[in-house]
């Protein structure tokens, strides 16, 4: 049976430029291992003996088999057991050593003792990538751990878990980075979920610290703050250059409560509202009003009011009240009346009458 399919395989491959190219062609073999009252022995029918039957006893229990490339691998194998590898990692690293295009894939490992039969299968660990074999060069690079490196793939379907993408596009794909946390679909749409931005300019979207109650939002409209009860107590709008150069302010209740506006290009700043209340907690350092002050409307002074230094005519008038006042005085005269006496002495004359007082000159 062995020798009866290693015909029909080499008639069917024996032009393959592959198997031309390796140095004994196509290679195919049994070997049985087995035990003949506690002693290993193993039997071969391979290729060239014409699966002749060959029975071999091995004189070193440990390792008495091999596949591809054993005469290479035997002193390398030996030299590390005897380092103190355990067999079955000395096997792995030494095919890794010696892994080139021609040895590589998976390593079918069997070990033998009188009691068990230990069977082991794992990649060989080579990492390198191999442009030329046999003098030729590969349309690709790839390793023995399947890590490869190609000028053009195209694929209609592929399952990519680890990727990384240099001076390309991803077209018509969705991500999920962390079970949710970062999303894109395939739409365009973007999730992400506590991300820092670096850099960059953002457009047209709604950027807002919260979905609901307190928080602050930034769009297209404008900038707004809300309270707790979702009720917009601060605004910047966006709708008007007025709009832009204000910022207003509303009560608990949504009622506009004021506002701090420009009015584009006036030069001044006006702050409006029907009730302006400007404080100062700290009495070492009040409230400082720099300038000419206009005040145009009725002023109240509730409290004491010190280094006040205000000019005659600078009071609407209060100087032509003055005048009136002393123009009265200079004018004026009347009649003093004094009943007759004597100052309590009898000896004096007794007078008195009806004067009338002068002016000045």
């Given at each position: 049976?062995?020798?009866?399919?290693?015909?029909?395989?080499?008639?069917?491959?024996?032009?393959?430029?592959?198997?031309?190219?390796?140095?004994?062609?196509?290679?195919?073999?049994?070997?049985?291992?087995?035990?003949?009252?506690?002693?290993?022995?193993y039997i071969q029918m391979?290729?060239?003996?014409?699966?002749?039957?060959?029975?071999?006893?091995?004189?070193?229990?440990?390792?008495?088999?091999?596949?591809?490339?054993?005469?290479?691998?035997?002193?390398?194998?030996?030299?590390?057991?005897?380092?103190?590898?355990?067999?079955?990692?000395?096997?792995?690293?030494?095919?890794?050593?010696?892994?080139?295009?021609?040895?590589?894939?998976?390593?079918?490992?069997?070990?033998?003792?009188?009691?068990?039969?230990?069977?082991?299968?794992?990649?060989?660990?080579?990492?390198?990538?191999?442009?030329?074999?046999?003098?030729?060069?590969?349309?690709?690079l790839a390793d023995m751990?399947?890590?490869?490196?190609?000028?053009?793939?195209?694929?209609?379907?592929?399952?990519?878990?680890?990727?990384?993408?240099?001076?390309?596009?991803?077209?018509?794909?969705?991500?999920?980075?962390?079970?949710?946390?970062?999303?894109?679909?395939?739409?365009?749409?973007?999730?992400?979920?506590?991300?820092?931005?670096?850099?960059?300019?953002?457009?047209?979207?709604?950027?807002?610290?919260?979905?609901?109650?307190?928080?602050?939002?930034?769009?297209?409209?404008?900038?707004?703050?809300?309270?707790?009860?979702?009720?917009?107590?601060?605004?910047?709008?966006?709708?008007?250059?007025?709009?832009?150069?204000?910022?207003?302010?509303?009560?608990?209740?949504?009622?506009s409560a004021g506002e701090?506006?420009?009015?584009?290009?006036?030069?001044?700043?006006?702050?409006?509202?029907?009730?302006?209340?400007?404080?100062?907690?700290?009495?070492?350092?009040?409230?400082?009003?720099?300038?000419?002050?206009?005040?145009?409307?009725?002023?109240?002074?509730?409290?004491?009011?010190?280094?006040?230094?205000?000019?005659?005519?600078?009071?609407?008038?209060?100087?032509?009240?003055?005048?009136?006042?002393?123009?009265?005085?200079?004018?004026?005269?009347?009649?003093?009346?004094?009943?007759?006496?004597?100052?309590?002495?009898?000896?004096?004359?007794?007078?008195?009458?009806?004067?009338?007082?002068?002016?000045?000159?």
């Open positions: 049976m062995a020798r009866e399919c290693y015909s029909t395989f080499k008639a069917a491959n024996e032009n393959d430029p592959l198997y031309q190219a390796l140095e004994h062609g196509i290679e195919l073999g049994v070997i049985v291992h087995e035990f003949d009252e506690g002693v290993p022995r391979v290729y060239d003996t014409d699966f002749d039957i060959r029975v071999t006893q091995p004189s070193n229990l440990d390792f008495f088999s091999f596949g591809a490339h054993s005469d290479d691998i035997l002193p390398i194998l030996i030299a590390k057991v005897n380092a103190g590898v355990e067999v079955s990692s000395a096997v792995e690293q030494s095919y890794a050593e010696i892994a080139d295009a021609s040895v590589g894939g998976r390593l079918q490992g069997f070990r033998f003792s009188n009691e068990t039969l230990a069977h082991s299968n794992v990649w060989i660990n080579d990492k390198t990538a191999y442009s030329m074999w046999k003098g030729n060069r590969l349309p690709c751990q399947g890590n490869a490196v190609m000028n053009k793939l195209t694929a209609n379907s592929a399952q990519i878990n680890s990727s990384d993408f240099n001076n390309g596009a991803i077209v018509g794909s969705s991500i999920n980075v962390g079970n949710g946390k970062f999303k894109v679909d395939t739409a365009g749409n973007m999730y992400t979920e506590g991300s820092t931005t670096v850099g960059g300019t953002i457009t047209g979207s709604l950027i807002r610290t919260a979905a609901s109650g307190r928080r602050v939002e930034l769009d297209t409209q404008g900038l707004r703050s809300y309270d707790t009860a979702g009720v917009n107590r601060i605004r910047i709008n966006t709708g008007s250059d007025n709009g832009i150069a204000a910022i207003s302010f509303y009560g608990s209740g949504g009622a701090i506006n420009s009015y584009q290009n006036s030069g001044g700043l006006s702050i409006i509202s029907s009730d302006v209340f400007i404080g100062s907690n700290n009495t070492g350092n009040p409230i400082r009003l720099q300038g000419a002050v206009t005040i145009d409307g009725t002023v109240e002074f509730r409290r004491e009011v010190t280094g006040l230094n205000v000019g005659i005519g600078s009071v609407t008038g209060l100087q032509t009240q003055l005048d009136a006042i002393w123009a009265k005085l200079n004018n004026h005269t009347h009649d003093i009346t004094l009943p007759t006496h004597n100052h309590g002495n009898s000896a004096n004359q007794n007078w008195g009458g009806t004067f009338t007082s002068s002016r000045s000159a």
